[in-house]
Every structure is written in C-alpha cells, then in structure tokens.
C-alpha cells in the first residue's frame, strides 16, 4: 500500500457511495472539494494542484482520456451525462470501450529528470580512484578531490557505480520510463509523461512504477453499475488471479458478486479448463508437422500485444487459443445469449483483448473489492455459492506462473503416456526477456513450449490487483 494506491481506492469507494444514494450526478464535482478543503493539508503545492489532480482521477474513473480533454471547465457532472447519453445511443458495450486503457495526468506528473549517472557528497576522493579506472569512456574526473561525471561521454553502464566501495555513486532513474520493457513512455516537449500508444503494450508497469500515481487506468465502474441498475441480467466472471486475492473460498467470492448486485457469477477457471484442452490439442498437432515445432501460450494480452508490435518473428509461433477469459465469455452467452458479462482481473490489458473479444465489461480487482466494501459484503462471511461444479484445480492454478505449462503437461501426459514437455517460462516482460524471446524466434534458444506472463510471478502479480 501507498499513497497513490490508497487514493485510488478511496476515490473508487466514494463514487460507488454516491452511485447507492443517489447522488453521484451532484456529488462528483463535490469529491475533491471534501477530500481538500481550503483549510487542511495539501499533498502538493496547495489544496487547488491537489484538486486538479483529484478530478483527473475522477475523469479516468468515469472513463474518460485525460489526453482527450478539450474543455477543462466542462465539470465531471457533464462527463458523466455525456457518458449516459453515450451508453444509451451505443449498440453494444465494446462500442464505448476504451481503445486505450491508460491515461497519463499532466499535473500529477512529476517531470522526472532524465536518467542519469551522478557523484553523491559521499564520494572520500579515494587515492585508487576506482571509479576512474572502471570507466570505459573516461567520463570521469577529480575536481577538487571529488569525482565529476562528464554527462557528454557517460553511457550509463554502471561501473562506475559497482566499483565504488563508498556507494557515493548512483543511477538516477525516471520510475514509469524505467519500468515500461518497450520504450513506450517519455517525456512529451514540457516535461510531462506521454505514453506513445502505437508502442505501448498496456502491462501496467508504469502505473505501479509512478510514485506519483500519474498513469491510470481508465475504468468501466460507471458502466457496469448502470447495467445492473437498468436491471440487465449482468455475470461477474471471476479470473483465478482474483479469486487468489480475495479472502475465503471461490464459492463465497462467487456468492459475494451476487450480494452486492450482479445477477450470477462464474469462476473464469472453467475457462481455463477449455483452454488447456484446445492449447493441448493444438500443440500436440504443430509437434506431429514438425518436431523442432516451438508454441509459446496465448493467454496474457500483454505478451500477445508485445509479439504484435515488438517481436512479429514470433507471431506464428503463438498458440492460436482463445485465452480462458474468451471462453468464459462463450459459456455465459450460450447459456444467456442477453447476459452482460464483466471480467474482473488485475490486468490492464484485459480491457483490450475484451472490447476484441466481445466481453462486454473488465472491472479490476481494487474496483469489485471497493464495490464489496461499500456494500457492506465480506466475503469471507458469505455462504459458499453452489454450482454445477469447481474446476480443475490445475485450471484455477493458471493465475500463477508455470501454471498453464503444468495444465497442458497434465493434458498432454494422460492422452500421451510418457509425454515430455521442453518447457520455459518467462515471468515477466522486461528488456531482457524481450531480448530472450527474439532469440527463440530465431531458434537460438532450446525448447519447444514457452509460457510468458507480463506480470513476475504471473496474473497474481497484476498491477491493478489488491497484492503488491
């Protein structure tokens, strides 16, 4: 927890506040106003920077691009009318879904200093001068018994830092830029954060990198709480990475989603079930065409969007499989053919793959625990739901990394007796595991089934999740 998760959450569950009482259309221009009053402490410069970036937060909850904004007067209550009048007019929920699901907010950006490698008071001015000796474009000089780095010829290589013995040198970083493993966030012509979304991949890292809690998510709350009032039959679909962060079992998660409004709820692991057959099936068939085959998993958005944009020598090496979150969506229209459905996950590129994919709506976990929250519904205290079923313990192991190889390898041995898997992982994209992956493509690497997950450690991990 800090402080820009703690705001985010808090602002979340005012809205939904508002939404029961009846007041949101009024309430939302009032928020920041009662969360910063003229009269108390400011986290910034004064009480009105903080209110600025209070309504940008706002806006993004609303659904709304920061970067879109043509009017700054037009109030959140207009906003909010303007998406009414917009859910009212749209065919179909995929239609408002936002094509970008992050936003930056220009006056919470810090403008970071670019990265750079500087000398601390804590340099001794040491007679073996190791930083000297250790750089290799003699960047660095003594001046008044003190080492000075010529920015000019630095290359930021760290040597310099690790030769050190005193820890008086040290890499300035700009956190979201650091984060982002595809250069898709700089530094606009003022200084602020923009995110260039032809390369960005929406991981989320920079919205857990900024300490000033400048990139966000652009939500679907508003929408999905209007369909349940209009009094749509509306299921929550419940990713296993949710289910892993929510107190209690599966079945008292599932049962909490109908207590606080939705009309059902599934665990989107009977997804997964689906998906583990398929991806099963069809790598079993690449292996017959071709023994030197290699299929990496298909169910991470992030990684799909990252083969997409960054690495295209591995497009058809991606498992042609719907993701678990896609064929939980079929199961619910088959059944309910008018059914809203809402993923609820820690993923941002979620938002995505379902406006692609026809999955009406995408809440993040921070969002359904804020909605139990102000409802008054704890899970843990909730009756377990009965259903058909569970699913497959292996299936409800895929929001963890290594799960979905330990899914198809149980597949793939009980239809093959004696079947080996010459697996990998890649548990997080970053610079290096992008490099990594590049060299799969070109069959430099060894192994034949590669599962990739954005997030270390897998969807559990998420960066709009309630672990951090």
């Avoid at 609303?62 to 007067?73: N, Q, T, W």
């Amino acid at each position: 927890m800090n402080a820009a998760i703690h705001i985010r959450r808090e602002l979340i569950l005012k809205i939904v506040k508002a939404f029961d009482a009846g007041e949101l259309e009024d309430e939302l221009d009032r928020i920041a106003i009662r969360l910063r009053p003229k009269d108390g402490d400011s986290s910034r410069c004064c009480v009105y920077h903080d209110r600025a970036v209070l309504k940008y937060r706002l806006m993004a909850l609303l659904g709304v691009s920061v970067e879109d904004e043509r009017d700054e007067a037009k109030t959140l209550k207009e906003y909010y009318a303007e998406l009414l009048a917009e859910m009212t007019a749209a065919k179909t929920p995929q239609e408002l879904a936002p094509v970008n699901a992050l936003s930056v907010c220009g006056p919470a950006c810090s403008g970071c200093p670019s990265a750079k490698v500087i000398s601390t008071p804590n340099c001794r001015g040491c007679f073996a001068r190791p930083c000297v000796y250790s750089c290799p474009k003699r960047a660095i000089d003594i001046v008044d018994g003190k080492s000075r780095i010529d920015e000019s010829k630095c290359i930021k290589c760290g040597k310099c830092i690790a030769a050190c013995p005193y820890h008086a040198i040290v890499k300035t970083t700009v956190p979201c830029e650091e984060a982002c493993p595809v250069d898709a966030i700089k530094k606009n012509d003022i200084g602020v954060a923009e995110i260039d979304f032809d390369r960005c991949i929406s991981c989320g890292k920079c919205v857990i990198a900024c300490p000033f809690g400048a990139v966000m998510e652009r939500s679907q709350l508003i929408e999905v709480l209007e369909t349940i009032r209009e009094g749509h039959k509306v299921v929550a679909m419940l990713a296993p990475s949710t289910c892993d962060q929510l107190p209690g079992t599966v079945e008292q998660a599932l049962q909490a989603c109908v207590e606080v409004g939705f009309s059902d709820a599934m665990e989107v692991a009977l997804g997964a079930e689906m998906t583990t057959e398929h991806e099963t099936a069809e790598f079993i068939e690449r292996m017959e065409k071709d023994p030197n085959t290699l299929m990496t998993t298909s169910c991470c958005p992030a990684y799909v969007n990252l083969v997409a944009k960054h690495v295209p020598e591995l497009i058809d090496k991606v498992s042609l499989t719907p993701s678990p979150m896609v064929f939980a969506n079929e199961l619910v229209k088959k059944a309910s053919p008018l059914a809203k459905t809402v993923f609820v996950g820690p993923c941002v590129a979620k938002r995505g793959e379902a406006r692609r994919k026809n999955v009406d709506f995408v809440l993040s976990v921070e969002e359904l625990a804020a909605l139990f929250a102000a409802r008054g519904v704890k899970v843990e205290e909730c009756a377990p739901m009965k259903t058909a079923r569970p699913a497959n313990p292996s299936a409800r192991n895929y929001s963890k990394s290594c799960g979905v190889t330990e899914a198809v390898l149980e597949e793939a041995t009980a239809k093959i007796p004696g079947f080996k898997l010459k697996s990998k992982q890649v548990s997080g994209i970053d610079r290096k595991t992008c490099a990594m992956l590049k060299l799969h493509a070109a069959g430099k690497l060894p192994g034949n089934f590669i599962e990739v997950m954005a997030c270390p450690g897998g969807c559990v991990n998420g960066p709009c999740g309630l672990k951090k």
